[in-house]
């Protein structure tokens, strides 16, 4: 499915955010604590957003890698990068969340930009970013959690169940990729109990910021 939007992603987030997504990214790259000479797993990385973002922000980084299990949707971010002559800072693997080639303790921080609502399990996910962290690294993620039960919270889901599905199909030509998107909000966890499932992986001192009128979630912790 990533696959087959990975031509129109980042137009599509641009515009379904209001171009919104580029300032939560800038905010989890505030939060992920980077100093020179540190590393950092942009894990469903899909076109390289977040690590772009970190390599800007952090020069001095000695690695960023960008990894997703969806090799078009890197393509489309290796192209870009190329494009842009940041070809050769951002290293591209591709790699299942759930099994990650990585060995223990490696990263100073791990991120994820709308990751969690896909994966099969959130606790064997966060089991394995936090086991490539090093103890004192940050994990980090960026989601659209299940939506609250207000008035708000209705008005949204009005939004995403019909706007977006509409603009994905006349964008990417991808109607059904992008009714999953709200669905798998309305599948997903609500903020604490993301919160609580990121203390079971063993993270300490998790918090969290909502974003864009509650609609999006930015959570940390430490391992
Ligand atoms: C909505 S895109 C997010 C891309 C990027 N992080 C961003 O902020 O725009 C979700 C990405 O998660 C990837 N993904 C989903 N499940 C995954 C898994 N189990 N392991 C690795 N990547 C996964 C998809 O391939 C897709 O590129």
Redesign the pocket.
Known sequence: M??QI?HR??VM?RLMTAGQ?TRW?KLLVDKANLRPGGRLL?????????AFEALHRHPNLRQVVG????LP??HVGRHRAAANGQATRLSWSG????HLPFPDNTFDAVA????MR???SVPQ?LADQTRVLKPGGRLLI?EIPRPEDTLWGAMFRLYFHNVVPLLGGIISGQHDAYSY?PASADAFLRPEELKFQMEQAGLRNVSYQMLMLNTVALHWGTK
Do not use: E, P, Q
């Open positions: 990533f696959g990975a992603y980042d987030n997504d990214r942009d894990i469903a990385t899909g076109t390289g957003d977040i990894a997703d299990f969806t949707m890197m790699a299942d969340t759930l994820s930009g709308f990751l896909n994966v099969v996910a960026l998107l």
